[in-house]
T-cell receptor, first 114, second 112 residues
Framework: DTAVSQTPKYLVTQMGNDKSIKCEQNLGHDTMYWYKQDSKKFLKIMFSYNNKELIINETVPNRFSPKSPDKAHLNLHINSLELGDSAVYFC?????????????FGPGTRLLVL | QKEVEQDPGPLSVPEGAIVSLNCTYSNSAFQYFMWYRQYSRKGPELLMYTYSSGNKEDGRFTAQVDKSSKYISLFIRDSQPSDSATYLCATSSRTGANNLFFGTGTRLTVIP
């Protein structure tokens, strides 16, 4: 009974390609996030999104775009992939106003750009 | 200066040892403090959550926050090989945790 799931788990692709990573949460949360974790394990937020607002980390290139078809899904589209995009991407979700206000993470998608 | 600083380790201890993991943070507005555990090739999972200063205990784990010195600690008593993982501290300044600031994580190995 997975709370936050991501597909695919592994993604190997060529430089210049366009790819998407999907995320789904069954927790009923209203806010979802995308993080990038580099080789040194540093987690950096890329986007947070709920019904009302998309907050973008200003350091994220505009080749990255989140798309939310509904409250339970937040997909990440990446255009013109570059070598430096290789990392693990984590989706997470949280509920505003809950007593334990923190984020639940998916298992990650390992992206390798060749 | 990063919002949260954490020694990346690695840290190796024998089974049964007491482990101390630490972070410092720069923004005095941070009020929510969390520790996440991340096993190899898995996503981070919430381990401990505290609000403001003080101690919180959960089994073998104790989280400690000292806001006066902007210092966060996680203590693990009677460490087990299953505790081997990367531990990430995280802080937030407001409700909703819309912006969590993470440390780089400390990789811990508990040797049987």
């Amino acid at each position: 009974d997975t709370a936050v799931s991501q597909t695919p788990k592994y993604l190997v692709t060529q430089m210049g390609n366009d790819k998407s990573i999907k995320c789904e949460q069954n927790l009923g949360h209203d806010t979802m996030y995308w993080y990038k974790q580099d080789s040194k394990k540093f987690l950096k937020i890329m986007f947070s999104y709920n019904n009302k607002e998309l907050i973008i980390n200003e350091t994220v290139p505009n080749r990255f775009s989140p798309k939310s078809p509904d409250k339970a899904h937040l997909n990440l589209h990446i255009n013109s992939l570059e070598l430096g995009d290789s990392a693990v991407y984590f989706c997470a979700s949280s509920q505003e106003g809950a007593s334990l206000e923190t984020q639940y993470f998916g298992p990650g998608t390992r992206l390798l750009v060749l | 200066q990063k919002e949260v600083e954490q020694d990346p380790g690695p840290l190796s201890v024998p089974e049964g040892a007491i482990v101390s993991l630490n972070c410092t943070y720069s923004n005095s507005a941070f009020q929510y403090f969390m520790w996440y555990r991340q096993y190899s090739r898995k996503g981070p999972e919430l381990l401990m959550y505290t609000y403001s200063s003080g101690n919180k205990e959960d089994g073998r784990f104790t989280a400690q926050v000292d806001k006066s010195s902007k210092y966060i600690s996680l203590f693990i008593r009677d460490s087990q090989p299953s505790d081997s993982a990367t531990y990430l501290c995280a802080t937030s300044s407001r409700t909703g945790a819309n912006n969590l600031f993470f440390g780089t994580g400390t990789r811990l190995t508990v040797i049987p």
